[in-house]
């Protein structure tokens, strides 16, 4: 039987999702927990590699058991027990065999968060991006506007990329603040590229500062120019907020 995980993970002590040789990943630990529960070696399959840094509160990932020793809805709490704090079995559903986590996805959501406030909080500083300045965030929205539907997002792409296109569709995009001086982008998609959400998270961003006006987004996508968007945005803001599917059972 194939399982399909939902995982959370605070992505600060770890070199992203997915499995290193020379660094501690995210997937060693889930897989480890595995191994321990089930006395073999286990692999699984994720979603999203999610960068080092990254956090993720609906990350999936699947594996195969022909035997799983636990009933499926006490799974999580026992995985639970053998994993570190920092990393949190959520939920866990059984699904067809050929699913597959990554390319069965009908949609991916991500949150940015951004301190917005003059001093620096301590305890906010591992799961957002400080911005000491005043932020347009009726213009900052403008612009989270501008990047929904179909587009071509190759000015929004990292170097590094193994992508075969730069074309991807956003469904929604938005920006707001809450009384807590917290500005939070939501950006939800088909799929993304490699840095796309930091990447339209610092256009964003600029567009907030007056740097960049939300009316050029149109022009900064249609150009496919990196140079002409904002900077990535560091990774702790990132957050994988959910995965959806349609699954068949």
């Given amino acids: ?31 480890e927990a595995l191994t321990a529960l089930l006395n073999r070696p286990m692999q ?22 022909a035997d799983l020793r636990v009933p499926l809805i006490k799974l999580p709490i026992v995985l ?9 079995i959520t939920a866990a559903e059984a699904v067809p065999q050929d699913f597959n986590p990554r390319f069965d996805a009908v ?11 003059p001093y620096p ?11 000491p300045y005043s932020l347009d965030i009726e213009n900052m929205q403008k612009a989270a ?13 990292a170097t590094g990329s193994s992508a075969k296109t730069t074309v991807r569709e956003v469904y929604a995009c938005n920006v707001e603040k809450d009384s807590n001086n ?15 959400v930091r990447i339209i998270a610092g256009t964003v961003l600029y567009v907030g500062m007056g740097k960049i006006h939300a009316e050029e987004i149109l022009t900064i996508i249609n150009a496919k120019d990196r140079k002409l968007a904002g900077k990535t945005m560091p990774p702790q803001g990132l957050t994988l907020f959910n995965v959806s599917y349609k699954i068949r059972h």
């Fill in 121 to 131: 909080n301590p305890l906010l500083r591992r799961y957002s991006t400080f911005a």
């Fill in 107 to 117: 949609q991916k959501t991500y949150t940015y968060s951004i301190y917005n406030a």
């Fill in 44 to 65: 699984v399959i994720a979603a999203s590699r999610t960068d080092s840094g990254v956090h993720a509160l609906g990350q999936r990932a699947c594996f195969t058991a």
């Fill in 80 to 88: 639970n027990g053998l994993l570190p704090p920092d990393i949190s």
């Fill in 145 to 157: 506007r501008q990047f929904e539907g179909r587009h071509d997002f190759a000015a929004f792409c």
């Fill in 182 to 196: 917290m500005v939070t982008m939501t950006i939800t998609g088909n799929a993304f590229l490699y840095n796309m």
């Fill in 1 to 31: 039987m194939q399982i399909l995980l939902t995982i959370s993970y605070d992505g600060t002590n770890y070199a992203g999702w997915q499995r290193q040789e020379n660094a501690v990943a995210v997937q060693q630990k889930v897989e």
